[in-house]
């Protein structure tokens, strides 16, 4: 049974930084596809970004530019690096994986979350 364990999330300023992770327990990463997904209160989750398992990243447009994804496989670790950080990015992220394989695009797996808070 594949587990993700999310790291990192807590309180700062807006402006600052902060480095969440994501470790994968059960499973071997260089197969999947990795992204995070983000809830805040009151709203849907959405998609933050993503990273293929060959690398490849791509990221919603309103944190492109601020936020990097990269991937550890030899630690089984998803990373994801939030600087410039604003009120707006104040939510509940949520890593999540899908085998990668053609044509399958379900999230089969995710963390159990981890806040984000950013004060103005």
């Known amino acids: 049974q594949v587990q993700l364990v999310e790291s990192g999330g807590g309180l700062v300023q807006a402006g600052g930084s902060l480095r969440l992770s994501c470790a994968v327990f059960g499973g071997t990463l260089s197969t999947y596809a990795m992204a995070w997904f983000r809830q805040a209160p009151g709203k849907e989750r959405e998609s933050v970004g993503g990273?293929?398992?060959?690398?490849?990243?791509y990221y919603k447009d309103s944190v492109k530019g601020r936020f990097t994804i990269s991937r550890d496989n030899a630690k089984n670790t998803v990373y994801l690096q939030m600087i410039s950080l604003k009120p707006e990015d104040t939510a509940v992220y949520y890593c999540?994986?899908?085998?990668?394989?053609?044509?399958?695009?379900?999230?089969?797996?995710w963390g159990q979350g981890t806040q984000v808070t950013v004060s103005s």
């Open positions: 990273i293929r398992s060959g690398g490849i990243t």
């Open positions: 999540a994986a899908r085998p990668e394989v053609s044509g399958y695009y379900n999230y089969d797996y």
